[in-house]
């Protein structure tokens, strides 16, 4: 089985500030681990993943997360947010073999004021 | 690359009517996932296909909801007959799946309204 917990529905940061969305997983296999961004009228799309490789992961736009597998977390940070980050962040979570399919986290809308 | 294509963008009904959402995937994928977004209940994994073979249906909530996946390039939705409680975003997604760590690409989605 397999789960994902956001921290979080809403958090607000002002415009340059650090960017903290949390994630915590459990997967009863070693995991793969996704964040995908939703812009306002749009699908989903990748931001990020890590796929058993390096621990720190880099994906678009500034952001990074990081595995701590001692943790069971997968949070996701940016250095300094733009307004253009304003948007719905989900995490989400897969197994190998038979658990492949992805189960997402419930989003956590990022507020970004001026 | 064109991206999933889903049609209509938009669609306003009535309590009662059939309803259908239409879904191109990326050409090469093998996986294909519906999926239905609301406020209250999130992002809900409906149903997945696997090589054009649905492979696990109970996301989906009723007899009325069924989809089909006629080929590899196109899949469908049917709601009949559809009720205000499946007013939703429903989206389409496809990936090439290879057992774990693949990349899902969504649609834009079709916005239900279900009067």
């Known amino acids: 089985a397999q789960s994902v917990t956001q921290l979080g529905s809403h958090v607000s940061v002002s415009e340059g500030a650090l960017v903290l969305l949390r994630c915590n997983y459990s997967?009863?296999?070693?995991?793969?681990l996704f964040w995908y961004v939703q812009y306002p009228n749009q699908g989903l799309q990748l931001l990020l993943k890590?796929?058993?490789?390096?621990?720190l992961v880099k994906g678009i736009n500034g952001f990074e997360a990081e595995f701590k597998k001692s943790e069971t977390s997968f949070h996701l940070t940016k250095p300094s947010a733009h307004m253009s980050d304003a948007a719905e962040y989900f995490c989400?979570?897969?197994?190998?073999?038979?658990?492949?399919?992805?189960?997402f986290g419930r989003g956590t809308s990022l507020i970004v004021h001026p | 690359d064109a991206g999933v294509i889903q049609s209509p963008r938009h669609e306003v009904t009535e309590m009662g009517q059939e309803v259908t959402l239409r879904c191109k995937p990326i050409s090469g994928h093998n996986s294909l996932f519906w999926y239905r977004q609301t406020m209250m209940r999130g992002l809900e994994l409906l149903i997945y296909f696997n090589n054009n073979v649905p492979i696990d249906d109970s996301g989906m909530p009723e007899d009325r909801f069924s989809a089909k996946m006629p080929n590899a390039s196109f899949s469908t939705l049917k709601i009949q007959p559809s009720e205000p409680r499946d007013s939703a975003v429903y989206f389409c997604?496809?990936?090439?799946?290879?057992?774990?760590?693949?990349?899902?690409?969504f649609g834009p989605g079709t916005r239900l309204t279900v009067l």
């Open positions: 997967s009863s296999v070693p995991p793969y």
């Open positions: 890590y796929t058993s490789a390096a621990t």
């Open positions: 989400a979570v897969s197994g190998s073999g038979g658990s492949y399919i992805p189960t």
């Open positions: 997604a496809s990936s090439l799946q290879r057992g774990g760590g693949d990349t899902q690409y």
